[in-house]
């Protein structure tokens, strides 16, 4: 992937240690953008499922959200470094196999997407600039590809082992 270097890895580190200093906040605004923009959202999440709102002090929401917010933030990292999101494999399997499991589709990594945008310009409030949107969204949709390839790999090795013998 070429095109993204040393600025836009800059302008993705700099907004990292605003949204850093209050991952409780940002974690339940996180969810809260996610729930606004699809409703149905909510039932793929353990934590959430059984909530009529975002819980304020869930460890399992506030885990979930600093995952998603590390693994973008890292994958502008690797975008500069090695021109490509580079995932263990391990992590990078069971990653796909969760999100072949819970039923993610196409359109819920835009759903998530859009809500960690949206909460990274609420925590950089005036430093927030289209080129900032840029590189974090260019991070996460490079980050999103190596998941979804995954996916890809395991719907098909399940569908393998469903077929019937011959």
């Given at each position: 992937?070429?095109?993204?270097?040393?600025?836009?890895?800059?302008?993705?580190?700099?907004?990292?240690?605003?949204?850093?200093?209050?991952?409780?906040?940002?974690?339940?605004?996180?969810?809260?953008?996610?729930?606004?923009?699809?409703?149905?959202?909510?039932?793929?999440?353990?934590?959430?499922?059984?909530?009529?709102?975002?819980?304020?002090?869930?460890?399992?929401?506030?885990?979930?959200?600093?995952?998603?917010?590390?693994?973008?933030?890292e994958?502008?990292?690797?975008l500069?470094?090695?021109?490509?999101?580079?995932?263990?494999?391990?992590?990078?399997?069971?990653?796909?196999?969760?999100?072949?499991?819970?039923?993610?589709l196409?359109?819920?990594?835009e759903?998530?997407?859009?809500?960690?945008?949206?909460?990274?310009?609420?925590?950089?409030?005036?430093?927030?600039?289209?080129?900032?949107?840029?590189?974090?969204?260019?991070?996460?949709?490079?980050?999103?590809?190596?998941?979804?390839?995954?996916?890809?790999?395991?719907?098909?090795?399940?569908?393998?082992?469903?077929?019937?013998?011959?």
């Amino acid at each position: 992937m070429s095109g993204f270097g040393e600025r836009e890895e800059a302008l993705v580190r700099s907004s990292w240690d605003q949204l850093m200093q209050n991952i409780p906040h940002y974690s339940i605004r996180f969810f809260t953008s996610i729930v606004e923009i699809a409703p149905v959202a909510k039932d793929m999440f353990s934590f959430l499922r059984d909530s009529d709102e975002i819980p304020q002090n869930n460890p399992l929401l506030q885990a979930h959200a600093a995952k998603v917010f590390k693994m973008t933030y890292e994958s502008a990292t690797q975008l500069r470094e090695k021109g490509e999101v580079v995932i263990e494999d391990t992590t990078l399997k069971h990653l796909g196999f969760v999100h072949v499991k819970k039923g993610v589709l196409e359109p819920h990594f835009e759903v998530l997407k859009g809500a960690l945008l949206k909460t990274i310009k609420e925590a950089t409030r005036e430093k927030w600039s289209e080129d900032m949107n840029n590189a974090w969204g260019t991070a996460y949709d490079e980050l999103a590809t190596a998941i979804k390839k995954e996916m890809t790999f395991n719907v098909e090795g399940v569908e393998f082992l469903l077929q019937p013998e011959i």
